[in-house]
């Protein structure tokens, strides 16, 4: 072959090899061209993306909302919701323009507060269009920019829920104006001390600051607080620090519309130095009420006193909490007869908080024994859910077989659903506990017919942790595996 042909050949074979390439890059062209409808179709066939603005936003709300209720100053707010505005020009449209996201702002005084960042606390306040605010202040510093508050109180006529976290000091003096004029529209006011050693000057009179008060949430005792008049009658929700129990029972007298009392209780020394009260106390909307006692002393104390004039018939939670260190006598005599005064219970806790610095930890409460707990559920036939943390003592094979069901007897808590226990310890045989398990929980769908459960509620909800040291042996666990897969929990 000559070079003449062979220089023919290279220069066709070359034209086929560009022709060829091109052809490719026109399919792969049209490649791409066909990903990306298929990208559009998908985007638009997407459920995220055919829902209303209206629904879209309140998704939005509830995946911000374990973010921002952690948050403590305007950088973390901003981290809840910034990201769901970058993930497209649709989802940033609607986080913009969702007021409901912007309502809730915390905010830490800092000295250095500069423009930029009040600014932003302007912009996220204008957010909210007309929409209720919730503010909560860290006042962690003595100075501030004046202009942060000001923006709080060009909204304050919306500021509906307040929060003032103070440390260790006296009142701050910058958060001063806020207390200067009345907040018509506040129903929840909270103030939270650092370590419960702060305090105010001149006190304020709440009635006229918030006439619209619902909720108070307070720190220190009824004869030390931060206010003045409080407007008791007009309260929902009450949280605060009880010091003597004939103090505290005349400002419940005054709580006629009480829906929920969260309160703690420094145990008492000598009962005898407080009489019972005369006049039962009636609460008829109270429908929860959690008592935390705390303790600080040797000695043994006591909180019967508190439940002596109490009537309660609307009264569907209690939660009680021995707090690290206490020891408190359990009144069983006092507790009983409030019990009979309250036949609408259906949610009971009982908690003992575990100091892990300290080696001799109460182990259970003083007085408290399975018998205790028997006469409590014989006395709560409403009771549908039973709470109990840290009670190594009281969980045994009596208690487990008067909460067995058998056709033959009257059951004890006929509509319990609900056993949260846990840190039991593993005082009781395992066969008392799977039968008592087995004698009132049934798979879900079956019917009661099924199973001779008539008289009894079926047992949903299973949580049983032993604890660490003593949990339960892995036969048991094979044998109640069909409980486990139902959704329960044992350990």
């Known amino acids: 072959m ?39 179709l998908k985007y638009l066939g997407s459920p995220i993306h055919v829902l209303p603005m209206e629904v879209l936003g309140e998704i939005f709300s509830f995946s911000i909302a374990p973010v921002r209720d952690r948050a403590t100053d305007l950088q973390e707010n901003l981290n809840a919701i910034i990201p769901l505005s970058q993930v497209c020009r649709c989802w940033r449209q609607v986080a913009l323009s969702t007021p409901r996201l912007w309502t809730e702002l915390s905010i830490t005084l800092e000295p250095y507060f500069g423009w930029a960042e009040i600014a932003w606390i302007a912009s996220w306040l204008r957010r909210s269009m007309h929409l209720p605010l919730s503010v909560t202040i860290f006042a962690e510093e003595n100075h501030t920019n004046p202009a942060v508050l000001n923006e709080i109180l060009l909204v304050k006529s919306r500021l509906t829920h307040l929060e003032i976290v103070i440390p260790a000091t006296a009142f701050l003096p910058a958060i001063e104006p806020l207390f200067e004029a009345p907040l018509d529209a506040l129903q929840t006011l909270r103030i939270t001390e650092v370590n419960g050693e702060s305090s105010w000057g001149e006190p304020i009179n709440l009635s006229a600051f918030a ?8 720190p220190k005792e009824v004869e030390n607080t931060f206010f003045s008049n409080i407007p008791w009658s007009r309260l929902v929700h009450l949280q605060l620090l009880i010091g003597l129990p004939n103090e505290f029972i005349a400002v419940l007298r005054q709580c006629v519309n009480l829906e929920r009392l969260d309160i703690g209780i420094l145990a008492w020394d000598a009962i005898d130095d ?26 043994l104390g006591e909180f019967g006193p508190l439940f002596q004039p109490l009537v309660l018939p609307e009264l569907t939670s209690l939660k009680i909490v021995y707090d690290k260190g206490v020891d408190v006598l359990w009144p069983q005599a006092e507790f009983s007869r409030f019990q009979s005064r ?19 930890q109460l182990e259970t409460i003083t007085g408290f024994t399975f018998r205790s707990l028997i006469l409590i559920l014989r006395s709560s036939p409403a009771l549908k859910s039973l709470t109990l943390l840290s009670f190594p003592h009281c969980i045994d094979d009596a208690l487990l077989a008067a909460l067995q069901y058998r056709a033959s007897d009257e059951p004890l808590v006929p509509r319990l659903e609900t056993l949260s226990w846990d840190g039991i310890g593993h005082g009781f045989e395992e066969s008392a506990l799977e039968a008592m398990i087995r004698s009132r929980w049934r798979p879900a769908g079956q019917s009661p017919a099924a199973t001779s459960l008539l008289a009894v509620a079926r047992l949903a909800n299973i949580s049983i942790r032993c604890g660490e040291e003593s949990p339960l042996s892995e036969p048991f666990i094979a044998r109640m595996q069909d409980c486990i897969e139902d959704g329960n929990t044992l350990s």
């Open 2 to 40: 000559d070079t003449a042909n062979s220089d023919r050949l290279i220069a066709e074979s070359e034209a086929k090899i560009s022709s060829f390439d091109s052809q490719i890059e026109n399919l792969q062209a049209l490649r791409a061209e066909e990903y990306q409808k298929i990208a559009v």
């Open 342 to 360: 309250c036949p609408s219970i259906q949610h009971l806790e009982i908690q003992v908080i575990k100091d892990l610095d300290e080696p001799r």
């Open 211 to 218: 006439p619209s008060l619902r909720t108070l949430i307070l």
């Open 274 to 299: 407080y009489p019972p009260q005369e006049m039962d106390l009636t609460l008829r909307n109270l429908r929860h009420m959690s008592i935390t006692v705390l303790f600080d002393t040797s000695d």
